[in-house]
């Protein structure tokens, strides 16, 4: 079994120490979730503002912090949401 979305990806890589950083675009922000630095940073594409998210918890708690946030610019969008309705390949890992 393939990894069918970024969701499928994101769950495949999140905890691979050589994986730090999983970034993605979605809707006018640039993610980048930081499994070693336990925060999610988003920067607005067209004005370039940048928000940092320190989530908390270790392993799988952080794994499922992070899956919940709502920190689209709407607050209405889970991670879970944004990944499950991407295709694998606009994860960069």
Known sequence: MGTATALDKFC????????????????GLNYMISYCGRYIVTEDLETGEEMEYCIPGEGADFVTAVLDSKVNKTR???????LAGLPPEKLLV
């Open 76 to 82: 209405d969008k889970s991670i879970r949401e944004i």
């Open 12 to 27: 495949a890589n999140i905890e691979d120490p050589t994986a730090d950083n999983l970034m993605f675009d979605h809707d």
